[in-house]
């Protein structure tokens, strides 16, 4: 037969377990909430920077394909290939 003085004990002791469980859980769910909370923003910049760059630098060709429109006089480093 068990007695009065170990039932408390083992009630008290599974009540601490269940509290300790309690929290572990909560905090799980609170570090997945921040974590997607994390991934949203990053995902706003990321699709931000894209969008910026590419009104920046849209596809295809803006200007002539002659890129040495702006140099004057002998090219150096001919023999190099540059």
């Not at 769910?29 to 920077?49: K, P, Q, W």
């Not at 200007?63 to 150096?76: H, M, T, V």
Request: hydrophobic share 45%.
């Amino acid at each position: 037969m068990i007695s009065l003085k170990q039932l408390l004990a083992a009630i008290t002791r599974t009540k601490w377990v269940w509290i300790g469980l309690t929290a572990v859980l909560a905090l799980r769910f609170y570090y997945v909430r921040e974590m997607i909370a994390a991934l949203m923003i990053f995902s706003v910049f990321v699709c931000g920077g894209s969008y910026r760059r590419a009104c920046r630098f849209p596809c295809g060709p803006r200007q002539s394909p002659d890129r040495n429109l702006g140099r004057s006089g002998p090219r150096r480093g001919r023999a190099l290939g540059y």
